[in-house]
């Protein structure tokens, strides 16, 4: 079956600007999962989705990030104002069911570019 | 809070030389995954420990889980440029979100 894809996978935008993230989960992976990872860097948990559900928001950089997602599935992580700083690559995962324990599934990314 | 360290950043080797890659947590471990990631590439789940002293071997790969569980290597036995890549540690403990280490960057040097 198909793997978690994201779009775009490329973003190129202008400091100040919204951009939005997309990701489509494995079907049927109940458990979701946003990263970031900073050139040369390692990845950097944001937010998990239990079903529709985050608990713990506790990750997200600032409250110029969000994330949502709906009907079980596809997920949008949603950056305002974009600062130049937010440049990275954006890793969704999925996995069967949320736990630490569980592999996570990742997507190819998304390469964000604040200029 | 929980830190996980992972060390060296980078390693260059002579293809058919052994590597290894060391990960460190601050605090007790539930679990730890090891990831690898090829270059422009996404992670990909390659193995969990769960079990203190825990040893797994795939391949060439030999994976241990320290008696303390608190940190964790990676050997690769004779090294082929497939192997070519950063490798993640990743850990979690029972209530805490998951912590990735910086990765190891492997180049193999033909």
């Known amino acids: 079956g198909a793997g978690v894809s994201q779009s775009p996978s490329n973003k190129v935008t202008e400091k100040g600007k919204d951009v939005e993230l997309r990701c489509d989960p494995i079907?049927?992976?109940?458990?979701l999962y946003w990263y970031r990872q900073r050139l040369g860097q390692g990845l950097e948990f944001l937010i998990y989705?239990?079903?529709?559900?985050?608990?713990?928001k506790s990750g997200l950089p600032s409250d110029r990030f969000s994330a949502e997602r709906t009907g079980e599935s596809v997920s949008t992580l949603t950056i305002q104002r974009t600062q130049q700083e937010d440049s990275a690559v954006y890793l969704c995962?999925?996995?069967?069911?949320?736990?630490?324990?569980?592999?996570?599934?990742f997507g190819p990314g998304t390469r964000l570019t604040v200029t | 809070g929980q830190q996980v360290m992972q060390i060296p950043q980078y390693q260059h080797v002579q293809e058919g030389e052994d590597f290894t890659t060391y990960c460190n947590s601050s605090?007790?471990?539930?679990?730890i995954q090891w990831y690898k990631q090829r270059p422009g590439g996404h992670p990909v789940f390659l193995i969990q420990l769960v079990k203190s002293g825990e040893v797994k071997k795939q391949k060439r790969l030999t994976f241990q889980f320290g008696e303390a569980k608190k940190n964790s290597s990676l050997h690769i036995t004779a090294t082929q440029t497939t192997d070519v890549g950063t490798y993640f540690c990743a850990g979690s403990d029972r209530d805490d979100k998951i912590i990735f280490g910086k990765g190891t960057r492997l180049h193999i040097l033909p």
């Open positions: 995962a999925s996995s069967l069911f949320f736990s630490w324990s569980y592999e996570q599934y």
């Open positions: 605090t007790t471990l539930s679990n």
């Open positions: 989705f239990q079903g529709n559900s985050a608990p713990d």
């Open positions: 079907s049927g992976h109940t458990a």
